[in-house]
């Protein structure tokens, strides 16, 4: 294997999100930006990552010690453009260039690019011993957006500027994204020999191309299958149109996976989640971080799921909700407007209508009647409720945690259990019935003189 650094930018302020949020935490598919270029960096099997922050910088230090502690953090003090930030993360340049192979620099708020895309900017750069690689789109409107020149043997001569462009440069349709593979060796040189002599007195990467060239190397383009690829989010709207880019890639992989998405454009999926086969997702389900659908279930419409594990020949919805630490078994059923939060549902067990479980244990082939719900809050903490195999809840139960149902117990409809039950008891906790004959005329006709309708 080629050794390979990788260097995320992701110090921009992120002017025009209008947030307090750093613009590479903002999520798409349920993962922060930075966090899905990272994976794209992953796939390259890279000797390291390094990451470069800036505004914000602590928030964003903070979730990469959670989810990628593994990578280093460097921070861009001043900002001072592009090329600036690769050279804040000079230690790891130090170390690639010790290494040999590439150095990958790509953007954090740039979250749509496929393991392939950077694989082949990589390998041409090898292939053609170029001392820099650069990842060319050509999008329908190339707009302001610098072009890739090329030579007439097909090298790249130039990135140049939209402002600084002739008209038959700006006539070219491919254009630069910015993302940019460079020989390791030659890294450090190059990036040291970046002025500043332009209007805005920044480092721009974009003239390690001439530098490389006036050293006599050469430099080549690679062009991304689709220009959505190198989308760069820097506003809500270009979020909202990354988010549909995203979705559009998860929904297409489910059903090539085998799953039936019956109005694939009303379905939201996370970019961690897991569809087996034969699974069949009707419409409007919205699927959070952390999901885990088996083969053979069946989510029905306007259902809500996060951080959730269903087992295979399950059904969930319409209208349900499983929140985190749910857990249903082999073909257990949750059906319209039952809510369910870290509990586990065993093979077969059925909540179908209009209830509540959280913190409980239900085991296999249990029946929840409409409106049961499990009480685990006092106020203070959360209890548990468990509630053994073959046990049938009778419609509008409360079980006050903490509180233990035996296996094939009976729950009287209407009860509030306070108490341990025993295997197979009958439970019944309500008030009796009584009848008082005639006294419902009397009652109305108390009613209508009160309210003056005599």
Known sequence: MTPITCIVLAAGKGTRMRSDLPKVL???AGRAMVLHVIDGARSLAPDRIAV?????????????????????????????????????????????????GDV???????????????????????????????????????????????????????IVEFREATIEERAIGLCNSGVMCLDAAAALSILDRIGNDNA????????????????????????????DEVLGVNA???????????QARLRLRAMDEGATLVAPE???????????????????????????IADGVVIRAFSHLEGCTVDGGATVGPFARLRPGAELGRNAHVGNFVEIKNATLGEGAKVNHLSYVGDARIGARSNLGAGTITCNYDGVGKWQTVIGADAFIGSDSCLVAPVTIGDGAYIAT????????????????????????GRAAELRARFKTRAGQD
């Open 414 to 437: 209407g009860s509030v259990i306070t108490e341990d039950v025993a295997p197979d008891a009958l439970a019944i906790a309500r008030g009796r019935q009584v009848e008082k004959p």
């Open 236 to 246: 809500r709207s270009e979020l909202a149109a990354a988010e549909a880019a995203l």
């Open 200 to 227: 805005k007195g920044e480092y721009y990467l974009t003239d390690a191309v001439a530098i490389a060239r006036a050293d006599g190397r050469s430099a080549v383009a690679v062009e991304a299958a689709a220009a």
């Open 26 to 28: 903002h999520a798409v």
């Open 104 to 158: 990958m620099v790509l953007y954090g708020d740039t979250p749509l690019i496929r393991p392939e895309t950077l694989a082949a900017l990589a390998e041409a750069r090898r292939v053609q011993d170029a001392a820099v690689a650069v990842l060319g789109f050509r999008p329908a409107d190339p707009g302001a957006y610098g072009r890739l020149k090329l030579d007439a043997d097909g090298r790249l001569e130039a």
């Open 266 to 292: 009303t379905v939201f999926l996370s970019a961690d989640t897991r569809i087996g086969r034969d699974v069949i997702i009707e419409p409007n389900v919205v699927i959070g971080a952390g999901v885990s």
């Open 52 to 100: 470069v922050v800036g505004a914000g910088g602590d928030r964003v230090r903070a979730v990469l010690a959670k989810t990628a502690p593994d990578v280093t953090v460097h921070d861009q003090t001043d900002q001072l453009g592009t090329a600036h930030a690769v050279l804040a993360a000079r230690p790891a340049l130090e170390a690639a260039a010790a290494d040999g």
